[in-house]
């Protein structure tokens, strides 16, 4: 089992940047993959990106070329970088890995 928490939430503005942080409990190297998913108001949680142990990406549709995941295996952290944020964005974020939860973050993205 792993603990999984996040950081680097908050308020921004339409058009801004956040960039979010997971810290595991243990090494990352061993990990099968690692994501990120988001749960907004009413709706379903649902993957935004996600990495593979050998650092392969895959990314939903809406977040295409705004969203970045990477990874810093030396601090075993997780990162989501997010540009030109969209009010459709705001949600809790929450990190995964192999089926283990951090305890999410709320991201609100609003003028």
């Known amino acids: 089992q792993v603990q999984l928490v996040e950081s680097g939430g908050g308020l921004v503005q339409p058009g801004g940047s956040l960039r979010l942080s997971c810290v595991a409990s243990?090494?990352?190297?061993?990990?099968?993959?690692m994501a990120w998913y988001r749960q907004a108001p009413g709706k379903e949680r649902a993957l935004v990106a996600e990495m593979s142990r050998a650092g392969s990406t895959t990314y939903a549709e809406s977040v295409k070329g705004r969203f970045t995941i990477y990874r810093d295996n030396v601090k075993n952290t997780l990162y989501l970088r997010m540009n030109n944020l969209r009010p459709e964005d705001t949600a809790v974020y929450y990190c995964n890995a192999e089926g283990n939860w951090g305890q999410g973050i709320l991201v609100t993205v609003s003028s």
């Open positions: 243990r090494s990352m190297f061993s990990m099968s993959a």
